[in-house]
């Protein structure tokens, strides 16, 4: 064979080869693209692909510049951080990888960042809690996928299963949403939760960048979003820093030694979230608390280490920045490391000022929960940072507050009262989540109800008290359960939302009499409550219930609000001079449900199970 043919055919083979390698290793990298104009110029770009750890990258775009180069354990991870100046234009870039005599390209996209700011949610808003596979199913198409690692098909019957509900079925019930009243929508997790059994729930992230294909794809979610703020309606998303899915592509091969706590699985926690406040609390127990996994399931994340904490922060700002979401629920937030979720905080607030972000923290007392409040002066450890806790302290009293009929002392609308004797220990009231309900709860009623009088009064409280109200879906259809037979007790489908089903309670003409009337109260206490800043911003003055008879104001300036409630199952005579402070005699204020006119003289009789809403 000719020399020069010899070459020739050697060089064409090579390219060949070369090209064949850079196809099937060509790695990937998250985030999938990033934007020009954010307010930290730096950016980590986590690096995937076969024996890349070793590999050169190298980039040749304006405004773009190498920092520097983490070689991990795994030879299968490279995590780069890239500044990108000022000047950066908006545009496609090539990253190479040179590994030995084999070099890979990947190209990488810089977007443009649009400048719109979330509207973040307040105590302004009335969030409505979705279980997206429970809520509606508008598209079948996405039930079963084979596509899956772990395809699983819907049965409606087991209530661990999947049932088939997704972003698509929500977006086409967001008429019935609007209608309620609530101003923001909190959906459970979306993120892929490719496991076995298919953790309908969301709380076993596989893939931090992706929607789970059952709920729909990236642009459903955004298009849910877009249509929701068409209505005025905010968006929460649910996200999880603590773990993982174990099925995640990290725990086949983690990327360090140290990215997991207890990588072997060895440590459940506790669950016993006192010691971490507790002055005296062993090392083993509090260690045990914070780094023990969750479940099996669930390997917990190991915020400590500096990779993983920026890959969970950019994670957050991606999805702000993406899909537009108002604001963030961190799931069981204690769990995780304080300082690294602090900083997450403080980062994402840095590019999003003033954006607020609610975190699960369930304790029984009050002093628990305002310990992880930002500013907190109980917690001595440090400032956590978290602008909003939850409530779990008034929902873990609420059923027993409101359907109790006792006039005992601590009994009944007593409980509320005592519970909020202890805001003292909040450092901002007005920035807790509170709730009669969730998916993690027994139902506000774990019974079919009769009437709606203590139903209405738990509503009425839940919509003119101290905080951001959070309305669990189902609530105002009289969804009822009790969590101990089983997780689904507590998490329905919505009647109307599934093919086959024979009733829709998404319309009028589907739902009881009982049904329409406490949407009715729901609607209408709601809508009253939308930029109403005596509710939303205004003091809060309570006396201790007499009799089972509970009065409160809220004021702001010269306006106010007052509320009663007779707690009991009997009708009340009440001497009303214990209120004149606030209802002097012969002071006539509207009643906001009914529009009808309640004057105070010296004695009234009350109904059993009166509510007064009054302004």
Not at 107 to 117: H, S, T, W
Not at 132 to 146: E, M, S, V
Request: net charge negative.
């Amino acid at each position: 064979m000719n020399s020069n043919l010899r070459f020739f055919i050697t060089a064409v083979l090579c390219a060949f080869a070369s090209t064949l390698w850079a196809k099937a290793s060509a790695p990937s990298i998250e985030p999938p693209f990033w934007w020009t104009g954010m307010n930290n110029p730096q950016v980590q770009l986590m690096v995937n692909g076969n024996d890349i750890r070793d590999a050169i990258p190298s980039i040749d775009y304006p405004g773009v510049a190498i920092d520097s180069v983490v070689r991990l354990d795994s030879p299968n991870y490279q995590i780069i951080y890239l500044y990108i100046a000022p000047s950066a234009k908006p545009g496609t870039m090539n990253i190479s990888f040179k590994n030995g005599k084999k070099t890979s390209k990947v190209a990488y996209e810089l977007k443009q960042r649009d400048g719109i700011l979330p509207n973040t949610f307040s105590s302004e808003d009335v969030l409505y809690l979705i279980m997206p596979d429970r809520f509606a199913d508008g598209d079948t198409t996405n039930n079963t996928l084979k596509e899956m690692n772990f395809p699983v098909a819907v049965d409606r019957n087991d209530p661990s299963g999947r049932h088939g509900g997704d972003l698509k079925g929500i977006e086409n019930n967001l008429d019935y949403i609007e209608s309620l009243g609530v101003t923001a929508i909190w959906l459970n997790p979306v993120l892929e939760n490719d496991m076995p059994g298919g953790t309908y729930h969301g709380y076993a992230t596989t893939n931090y960048y992706r929607v789970d294909p059952r709920f729909g794809t990236n642009d459903e979610y955004r298009s849910l979003i877009a249509a929701s703020h068409n209505r005025g309606i905010k968006v929460v998303m649910d996200m999880i820093f603590n773990h993982s899915g174990s099925s995640h592509p990290w725990i086949d091969d983690l990327p360090s030694k140290d990215w997991l706590n207890f990588p072997d699985g060895s440590c459940l926690t506790n669950f016993r979230l006192s010691t971490i406040n507790d002055p005296y609390a062993s090392d083993y127990d509090r260690t045990r608390s914070v780094k023990g996994w969750f479940v099996p399931s669930m390997p917990d994340l190991n915020q400590q280490n500096p990779h993983l904490m920026r890959y969970l922060i950019q994670n957050s700002i991606w999805w702000i920045e993406y899909s537009k979401i108002d604001g963030i629920r961190m799931d069981t937030y204690p769990y995780a490391d304080m300082e690294p979720m602090a900083q997450w905080i403080a980062d994402v607030q840095k590019e999003y000022p003033g954006y607020n972000i609610v975190g699960e923290a369930w304790y029984g007392d009050v002093a628990g929960t305002a310990y992880w409040q930002r500013g907190s002066r109980i917690n001595k450890q440090g400032d956590p940072n978290l602008p909003t806790v939850m409530d779990f302290p008034t929902m873990i009293i609420a059923t027993q507050a409101f359907h109790e009929n006792t006039l005992e002392y601590g009994q009944g609308l007593n409980k509320i009262y005592n519970r909020l004797s202890l805001d003292y220990l909040y450092e901002n009231p007005k920035n807790v989540l509170t709730f009669l309900d969730n998916h993690d709860t027994d139902r506000f009623l774990l019974t079919k109800p009769k009437n709606l009088g203590s139903w209405k009064q738990g509503i009425a409280f839940l919509l003119t008290t101290r905080g951001i109200p959070q309305i669990y879906y189902g609530t105002e259809l009289l969804m009822h359960g009790d969590k101990k037979k089983t997780d689904g007790d507590v998490r329905k489908d919505v009647p109307g939302g599934f093919p086959g089903d024979t009733n829709n309670e998404f319309t009028r003409e589907g739902r009881s009499d009982l049904q329409n009337e406490a949407i009715d109260f729901l609607s209408k206490l709601a809508t009253w409550r939308k930029g109403n800043k005596v509710i939303s911003e205004g003091s809060l003055k309570h006396f201790m219930p007499e009799n089972g008879m509970y009065v409160y104001e809220r004021r702001l300036g010269d306006h106010r609000a007052v509320v009663i409630m007779n707690g009991t199952d009997r009708q009340l005579s009440v001497d009303m001079s214990i209120y004149r402070e606030i209802l002097p005699s012969g002071t006539t204020l509207r009643d906001v449900i009914t529009g009808e006119q309640f004057t105070v003289t010296p004695e009234i009789h009350f109904a059993p199970r009166a509510l007064y809403i009054l302004e």
